[in-house]
């Protein structure tokens, strides 16, 4: 089975700086493109960023573009999510995800989620 397991969540101070970490395991593990979501309450879920394993080519939401950034580490099976110049709004639960790719693409595995408190 395909474990993710998120850490390195907190609290910190609007303008601060927190680094996820999603390890992933499990003898069979392959996936297309790993995702960092989030979800704040009473609001949507939403992808933040998400990065292909081959071509490690990254998108992101336009809210956090230019002070997020994901990165892998295809030997450790581990994915990043620098997050820089923190704001209250970026307060959510964040969740790694897995796309394995075809022929679904969906992201069907998730962690367990790591909350990221920005205070003003």
């Known amino acids: 089975q395909v474990q993710l397991v998120e850490s390195g969540g907190g609290l910190v101070q609007a303008g601060g700086s927190l680094r996820l970490s999603c390890a992933a395991s499990?003898?069979?593990?392959?996936?297309?493109?790993m995702g960092w979501f989030r979800q704040a309450p009473g609001k949507e879920r939403e992808l933040v960023a998400a990065i292909t394993w081959s071509s490690g080519v990254a998108h992101y939401t336009n809210s956090v573009k230019g002070r997020f950034t994901i990165s892998r580490d295809n030997a450790k099976n581990t994915v990043y999510l620098q997050m820089n110049s923190l704001k209250p709004e970026d307060t959510a639960v964040y969740y790694c995800?897995?796309?394995?790719?075809?022929?679904?693409?969906?992201?069907?595995?998730w962690g367990q989620g790591t909350q990221v408190t920005v205070s003003s």
């Open positions: 995800a897995a796309d394995t790719g075809p022929p679904a693409y969906d992201y069907n595995y």
């Open positions: 499990g003898r069979t593990f392959s996936s297309y493109e």
